[in-house]
């Protein structure tokens, strides 16, 4: 619940970025160069008429660049002038002093800073984004904000808890539209968390590995959207898989309720597996770990239920037996 | 037509229909001869019947979960409006919905706004990593997803349903 589901859709596109920039470089990387190899320099006077792209090494662009920077698990610093985007990707970038950025300036896994006499609006002629942090769209909303003056961990809190209130709004609209199918794939957690979150990952890795090859693989443009689409059916497995999770802790949870009270009942059950499962997602630093294995477990139990020939409530006692 | 035995497929023998209508006088007797159920027991059955899938139907069912989100609903509001305590009730509402409203959708503007940018960064790093980088990557996530397969084939397998 960290995040909107928008954002853990962008993350995760982050995120398959920084594997692909992981794989591919990580021999340059794991052999990084120490020392002064360790960073690769424009020196101030000289000019780099095409794009400069570093794998697990710092940058410093202190002359000017006729093209763009991309750097791979190292930071970028640029106080000379870039005609092209700066990219950092695991790492940040630091515009300082008179340097200059025609282009877009964006870290993803980073952030992007602005030291001595340079700001977003003298130094970049573009967009500036930074997708380091979890909440970083919704930070830069607020940043730019009349509100910029309040505090800003109680509108986080209530942006976090209306995120609790999608969850279940999603959560209720799959049980009312398929409550069967639903059904059938809680019975599936029980006594198995640890394989679901085994599972869970290996879908999970799965999914970056494909997308972050799309990307390297295939034209830019092309890899770029096949990895979205990988990304966003991972999500879709993901929403589908918290629902059934609510609803089997929910059913644990209220067990002991009779028919005929307000306790009774599979929606009643997805709220309370809900709540047990998102309030302490809102704990400072523990939180946001914990709702990475409830996801996790989640996808794990997705991909269980769509790989079961059969749903269990199909099946007679005789069935079972025969099975 | 003689009777099949659904059983067997085979026809039934006069044997057989001789012991199925013996079977049915002796569970008749034994109904009339037991005791009646108590008054309750229609009930008990009913209150003991766990919920069914199509019973999501009913508005009953669903009290719990309106008061949940007007209850998450309340608390997001109060938790953002109380900084706010000098706005009038309607500014502040306002300022929540158009904020929020932003702050949802934001992540799609910026994934727009960023996407040429990736793209730069993405033909930069291919042509910066050796040509098969991404073909191997690619095998190596088509080998995940068949050990994934394998496992939960396994796990199929050894756990009875």
Redesign the interface.
């Known amino acids: 619940m960290s995040s909107?589901p928008?954002?853990r859709?962008?993350l995760r596109?982050a995120r398959l970025?920084l594997a692909?920039?992981f794989?591919?470089?990580a021999a340059p990387a794991l052999a990084a160069p120490q020392g002064a190899e360790a960073v690769m320099i424009v020196p101030e006077g000289t000019r780099r008429p095409n794009?400069v792209?570093a794998?697990g090494r710092r940058v410093e662009i202190r002359g000017d660049v006729a093209g763009?920077v991309?750097g791979?698990f190292g930071d970028i610093l640029v106080t000379g002038r870039v005609t092209?985007?700066v990219?950092a990707?695991g790492g940040d970038v630091v515009v300082a002093g008179s340097g200059r950025v025609e282009?877009?300036v964006?870290a993803?896994g980073g952030a992007v800073r602005f030291d001595g006499a340079a700001s977003a609006a003298r130094s970049v002629g573009?967009?500036v984004?930074s997708?380091g942090a979890l909440e970083a769209?919704?930070l830069?909303?607020?940043r730019t904000?009349?509100?910029a003056g309040?505090?800003v961990s109680?509108?986080l809190?209530?942006?976090r808890?209306?995120l609790?209130?999608l969850w279940?709004?999603m959560a209720?609209l799959l049980?009312?539209t398929a409550?069967?199918a639903l059904?059938d794939a809680s019975t599936m957690v029980s006594g198995?968390l640890v394989?679901l979150g085994?599972?869970g990952t290996?879908?999970v890795?799965?999914?970056?590995?494909?997308a972050?090859?799309?990307?390297?693989?295939?034209?830019?443009?092309v890899?770029?959207a096949l990895a979205a689409a990988v990304v966003s059916i991972l999500y879709a497995v993901k929403v589908w898989g918290l629902a059934a999770l609510f609803l089997a802790v929910g059913r644990r949870l209220l067990q002991g309720a009779?028919?005929?009270g307000?306790?009774?009942?599979?929606?009643?059950a997805?709220?309370?597996g809900?709540?047990a499962l998102g309030v302490p997602s809102l704990v400072p630093t523990v939180g946001p770990l914990f709702w990475a294995l409830v996801s996790l477990v989640a996808i794990g139990l997705a991909?269980?239920t769509l790989?079961?020939?059969e749903p269990?409530s199909t099946?007679t006692p005789l069935a079972?037996e025969a099975? | 037509m003689e009777p099949l035995n659904h059983a067997t497929g085979s026809p039934e023998s006069a044997a057989d229909l001789d012991r199925d209508r013996k079977l049915e006088v002796l569970l008749d007797e034994m109904v009339a001869s037991s005791p009646a159920p108590p008054r309750e027991f229609a009930a008990q059955v009913a209150a003991a019947r766990p919920f069914a899938p199509w019973e999501v139907r009913r508005a009953s069912a669903w009290r719990i979960p309106l008061l949940a989100t007007s209850g998450l609903l309340a608390a997001s509001l109060a938790v953002f409006l109380a900084p706010l305590g000098g706005l009038a009730p309607g500014t502040a509402l306002a300022v929540w919905g158009q904020l929020f409203a932003a702050a949802l959708s934001s992540p799609v503007s910026a994934a727009l706004e960023v996407a040429p940018a990736l793209a730069v960064a993405a033909d930069s790093l291919r042509a910066a990593v050796t040509p098969g980088a991404g073909i191997a990557i690619l095998g190596a996530g088509a080998a995940f997803g068949a050990a994934t397969i394998v496992a939960l084939r396994r796990q199929t397998v050894r756990v009875p349903r």
């Open positions: 909107a928008a954002h859709t962008l596109g970025l692909a920039s794989l591919s470089g794009d792209t794998l763009a991309v791979s092209g985007p990219v990707i282009g877009d964006l993803v573009g967009h984004r997708l769209a919704f830069s909303e607020l904000s009349p509100l309040v505090t109680p509108l809190l209530s942006f808890l209306f609790l209130l279940l709004a209720l049980l009312r409550p069967r059904g198995r394989l085994a599972l290996s879908a890795l799965t999914g970056l590995l494909l972050s090859g799309l990307v390297l693989a295939l034209p830019a443009r890899g770029l009779r028919r005929g307000a306790l009774f009942g599979d929606p009643a997805v709220t309370a809900l709540l991909v269980r790989a079961a020939r269990q099946r079972r099975a």
